[in-house]
Nanobody
Framework: QVQLVESGGGLVQPGGSLRLSCAASGSISIIYALAWYRQAPGKQRELVASITTIGTTNYADSVKGRFTISRDNAKDTVYLQMNSLKPEDTAVYYC??????????WGQGTQVTVSS
């Protein structure tokens, strides 16, 4: 009932910036929160940032002060602005929509590579 389409991934140099976008469609009213996760090779998928319906945000310690999650309700789109990128940020980034009840929805994932 909810579809997530991501964009904005790519290759960027250390210290650079990148903005990820995730456009949601379908039954938006069932979503409690939107979030960005990431998974690096050989690592567990981890929560990067989340934002609730009322705008409360949460960030992983590793990205605090560098990443900003935001939502444009008119466009049903969530963004992840990533600044001061480090090689350790290299991962596949996934958009997630958490439902009030039951399992949520996932985007297809977008690759972010931070390298010189």
């Amino acid at each position: 009932q909810v579809q997530l389409v991501e964009s904005g991934g790519g290759l960027v140099q250390p210290g650079g910036s990148l903005r990820l976008s995730c456009a949601a469609s379908g039954s938006i009213s069932i979503i409690y929160a939107l979030a960005w996760y990431r998974q690096a090779p050989g690592k567990q998928r981890e929560l990067v940032a989340s934002i609730t319906t009322i705008g409360t945000t949460n960030y992983a310690d590793s990205v605090k002060g560098r990443f900003t999650i935001s939502r444009d309700n008119a466009k049903d789109t969530v963004y992840l602005q990533m600044n001061s990128l480090k090689p350790e940020d290299t991962a596949v980034y996934y958009c997630n929509a958490q439902k009030y009840y039951g399992a949520g929805y996932w985007g297809q994932g977008t690759q972010v590579t931070v390298s010189s």
